[in-house]
């Protein structure tokens, strides 16, 4: 059984930082390594909406509204993926979701990032 499970979150101050993690199973590296893993973002009453995605060796893709702060960065051999985020702002609180393109209707539960002063 395929599984995502997203790590990391927390409160933090405006202009802080967070790193958050994706650790996969049920996933074999062939596989993993076929497709992009993204994060995905979702606030109450919205939409679900991509922040950023990875291939294996391609160059990663990012919303107008993280670029420049975020870096997404995948692990190969260990079927990981992470999101560093800087300089957070209060309007990136979301629950944040990691996702593998071959797999777009399984979720995990996602962890919280609440950015208040």
């Known amino acids: 059984q395929v599984r995502f499970v997203e790590s990391g979150g927390g409160l933090v101050q405006p202009g802080e930082s967070l790193t958050l993690s994706c650790t996969t199973s049920?996933?074999?590296?062939?596989?993993?390594?076929?497709?992009?893993m993204a994060w995905y973002r979702q606030v109450p009453d919205k939409q679900r909406e991509l922040v950023a995605s990875?291939?294996?060796?391609?160059?990663?893709n990012y919303a107008d509204s993280v670029k420049g702060r975020f870096t997404v960065s995948r692990d190969n051999a260990k079927k990981k993926a992470y999101l560093r985020m800087n300089n957070l702002k209060p309007e990136d609180t979301a629950v944040y979701y990691c996702?593998?393109?071959?797999?777009?209707?399984?979720w995990g539960q996602g962890t919280q990032v609440t950015v208040s002063s």
């Open positions: 996702i593998h393109f071959n797999y777009p209707t399984t």
């Open positions: 049920g996933i074999i590296t062939s596989v993993f390594n076929s497709n992009a």
């Open positions: 990875i291939t294996k060796n391609g160059p990663p």
